[in-house]
């Protein structure tokens, strides 16, 4: 099977932003104005095609990340010509990409990820800004820069991903470009510049200003299907040449020769322009920034730039791994020629075709048929149907191509992160870092009949989402399942009920508290029993040492003249983690510390693998209480955003929730409050902050941080933990 569309054609993207900032409703406008669907879905009527869950059409809201793909033709603004510096690394997509040109008019394959705003569903964001070349930053033009507008934007900056961003809603009340675009270089990047500008104001919206060739393009109605190009409005056109010259300073930074041409004082041609604006977002150093209706006909510029300035999988160039046979540190280039790698970056449950792993190629094909070798287990999986998705819908095809997303239909043992590749040619390719559960609570089946259900459930929809945890409390029996918010734990319950039809009971919201130490310490500690037969014998000298908040743990073999014979050494660093995994003062893990096994003593019959376990894990609960042990709790960034009549009780009720205020601002007629809150302190605040404002205020909360709890504080957790101890019977 050939190719149908060259890699330099394709763009793999995502759109991310703030919950409601209108992502889904951009995608809609995508696939209408490039032809996939014929009529724009409302969020609020439940009728868009990348919200298909029940959930997500009931709450109006993106839950899980929607792949869809379609195909544009560059329509008023076209690169011309080969400006990519790594196209040498594969002739063959360069040729395959002007024959496209010729027949196909330079038609591109768009491959979307459409993905969730609300805070709790960060893990979509994450997962899919690891695989993809390029994101579409959207924001809503009545509020600007919000909470998850940093949170996504500090993620694509980690996967060092090339955006560009899209205020949208600029024609409805309230709707502000510019002042959307201010809020965008204060609190995010100065290096956000338009290249378009809006034609009016609010409702009064009719086009926008192209400041590249600084022609109009302007509509009757933004669902109008076709612009009329004309001059730049004469009121506008000293604005446009100021913008213009300000957004041709920004780009040539990216380019010496243009950069030389244009100081020489010469001008610049459109295509030398269109090559500057490409270099500059490629670079990472330059977001180009569009407005108006993600409904509309304005839609049509923005893919324009997609296709434009984003990247081709060629343009993001080699990914590197290192090599499974050897450990050296080797690359895949994006070409069809390579070996075959790619990454599996989720796993979702299709009710109609069972598990589906969805994953990127980045080098080499895959067919239906073939094998594959997963460089985690090390084991060759046999390739069944691929299918390509559309929001839940499913295309099958028989072979992919490098710089593809796909997905495979039934793998059992590939999960989130596994690397898939060539059987001869392994490569690990770096996985995906999660973070944390944030929040707790116990689950239980209501019947007899819903206990296996249930856990078949759980299971599935923990290899879906690595955010959500699930273990049992050997102590109560009940199972706990632990995630990144309320919402989150409510929607993996709601799902369990409508997709595995278990019903359950759940507990009340805890917060996952952990322990960590501030000091370091040492301790000996010994294992010796002696029962008739075989003695048991263990003996270690344990360091503990602090590490920075987030480091995790560290275990370190200090062992000379072979005190303690190597075989034991995993042992003893297995009981420190299963020992670490139960906390000290109130039974929470304990997190971010080094523990090194210094010294001992063995026996040469009675010393066994259990035996030095057992006594690193007693060691390790004695050496943390000398290591002043604290509690460490999750610290939520909060946004409070209300009437400034309400600012003082909003405030006030904060306080007295150990917050710490860190700024506040002004936006439109309201007042915006940030604050460092802890978890505990913020169940039920939803209620109450509507209760204090009459319904006119509104927040969003993210985690942010652990950090020491107050001593008060932790010495009633520590005394309601040992009441649980009591009630259990310990």
């Avoid at 839609?299 to 050897?326: I, Y």
């Avoid at 997303?405 to 392994?426: M, R």
Wanted: net charge negative; hydrophobic share 35%; with cysteine.
């Amino acid at each position: 099977m050939a190719r149908e569309y060259p890699i330099e054609l394709t763009r793999n993207i995502g759109i991310i932003a703030h919950i409601d900032a209108g992502k889904t409703t951009v995608t809609e406008g995508v696939l209408y104005n490039t032809g996939m669907i014929h009529k724009i879905g409302a969020v609020h009527e439940g009728e868009t095609t990348t919200d298909w869950m029940e959930q997500e059409r009931e709450r109006g809201i993106t839950i899980t990340a929607a792949a869809v793909t379609c195909y544009w033709t560059p329509k008023f603004i076209k690169l011309a010509g080969d400006t990519n510096p790594v196209r040498s690394q594969t002739p063959e997509a360069s040729a395959g990409a002007q024959a496209h040109q010729t027949s196909n008019g330079t038609k591109h394959k768009i491959n979307i990820i459409d993905t969730p705003g609300h805070v709790d569903f960060t893990v979509e964001v994450e997962r899919s800004l690891r695989v993809l070349d390029g994101a579409v930053v959207v924001f809503d033009g009545k509020m600007g820069v919000e909470p998850q507008s940093e949170t996504v934007w500090r993620q694509a900056d980690k996967y060092n991903v090339p955006r560009m961003c899209f205020i949208n809603k600029i024609n409805q009340t309230g709707g502000d470009f510019y002042k959307s675009l201010d809020s965008i270089h204060k609190r995010l990047s100065p290096n956000a510049f338009p290249i378009q500008l809006p034609i009016g104001f609010e409702k009064d919206i009719v086009g926008v200003v192209d400041l590249i060739n600084m022609k109009a393009y302007t509509y009757k109605d933004f669902t109008d299907k076709e612009f009329t190009v004309g001059e730049v409005p004469a009121d506008m056109l000293e604005k446009a040449k100021e913008y213009r010259h300000r957004l041709l300073e920004k780009v040539v930074e990216s380019d010496d020769v243009l950069m030389e041409k244009y100081l020489a004082g010469n001008e610049l041609t459109e295509q030398e322009f269109l090559t500057a604006i490409r270099k500059a977002v490629q670079s990472g150093k330059f977001f180009p920034v569009l407005g108006g209706d993600g409904r509309g006909i304005i839609v049509q510029t923005m893919l324009d730039a997609v296709t434009n300035f984003l990247p081709s999988p060629v343009d993001r160039g080699a990914v590197k791994g290192h090599d499974l046979k050897t450990g050296a540190d080797i690359e895949r280039k994006p070409s069809d020629g390579e070996p075959f790698a790619a990454l599996a970056f989720k796993i979702a449950t299709d009710p109609f075709v069972g598990r589906l792993c969805f994953f990127r190629v980045y080098a080499g094909t895959l067919a239906a048929g073939s094998y594959v070798l997963n460089a985690r287990t090390q084991n060759k999986e046999r390739v069944g149907r691929i299918v390509r998705m559309r929001a839940d819908e499913r295309d099958e095809v028989k072979e992919v191509f490098a710089g593809d997303i796909c997905a495979l239909v039934g793998p059992k043992e590939t999960f989130t992160g596994d690397t898939l590749c060539d059987v001869e040619k392994p490569i690990m390719l770096e996985s995906i870092k999660f973070a944390d559960p944030v929040i707790s609570m116990s689950i239980e089946p209501k019947t007899k009949a819903d206990q296996e259900k249930m856990g078949i459930a759980l299971q599935k929809l923990g290899e879906e989402d690595p955010t959500f945890h699930i273990k049992g409390d050997e102590e109560t029996q009940q199972t706990i399942i632990s995630g990144m918010g309320e919402l989150h734990l409510e929607i993996i319950v709601d799902r369990m009920k409508r997709e595995f039809k278990v019903e359950a009971n759940v507990g009340k919201p805890e917060v996952a508290y952990k322990e960590t130490i501030t000091k370091t310490a040492e301790t000996e500690s010994k294992y010796i029993r002696q029962s008739g037969g075989r003695g048991q014998y263990g003996h270690v000298w344990l360091r503990v040492d602090p590490r920075e908040r987030g480091a995790g743990y560290e275990f370190l073999d200090e062992i000379v003249g072979g005190v303690i014979p190597k075989e034991y050494i995993k042992p003893i660093d297995k009981g420190i983690q299963e020992s670490a995994a139960n906390g000290v003062i109130a039974g929470y893990p304990l997190v971010d510390f080094s523990a090194a096994v210094y010294d001992g003593s063995y026996h040469e019959v009675d010393s066994s693998e259990m035996a030095f376990k057992i006594a690193a894990s007693k060691g390790l609960q004695d050496v943390v209480k000398k290591a002043g042990p604290v509690i460490l709790e999750p610290i939520m960034k909060v946004e409070v955003i209300t009437p400034e009549a309400n600012m003082g009780d909003v405030i006030g009720d904060l306080n007295s929730k150990r917050a710490q205020i860190n700024e506040m601002t002004d936006r439109l007629h309201l007042k915006v409050i940030d604050a460092f809150v802890p978890l505990a302190e913020m169940f039920g605040y939803a209620t109450a902050l509507r209760s204090m404002t009459q319904g006119q205020a509104s927040y969003t909360m993210e985690f942010d941080h652990y950090s020491e709890v107050p001593k008060s504080v932790a010495e009633k957790i520590i005394e309601s933990r040992q009441g649980i101890n009591v009630r259990k019977g310990m």
